[in-house]
């Protein structure tokens, strides 16, 4: 399965490839627009803080956190990927 997405969908289209164990696995991505570092979304302030609403908190509160949903943490990506 490809996971194609744009903007937020493109962060969960690279960050779905990097699940452990999926019951359907991805074997491609193309993310067009995802924000694949939300440390450093969270840092630029991108969408007035929307990552710090979306994960809880900050990088410095809760990193755990944001290793976990930051494609930029989990690299290498297990699969081909277009980042556009």
């Known amino acids: 399965m490809v996971a194609i997405g744009h903007s937020a969908g493109g962060h969960l289209a690279a960050w779905a490839a990097t699940r452990d164990a999926p019951e359907v ?3 491609a ?3 067009q ?11 630029l302030r991108l969408s ?3 990552v710090r609403r979306f994960l ?3 990088p410095d ?3 755990d956190r944001y290793a976990a949903a930051s494609p930029a943490r989990r690299l290498p990506l297990p ?4 980042l556009t």
């Open 79 to 82: 699969v081909p990927a277009l």
């Open 61 to 63: 509160e809760v990193p």
């Open 48 to 50: 007035k803080g929307v």
């Open 56 to 58: 809880g908190g900050t």
């Open 29 to 31: 991505v193309v993310s």
């Open 33 to 43: 627009a995802g924000v694949l570092d939300l440390e450093l979304a969270w840092e």
């Open 25 to 27: 696995p991805v074997t």
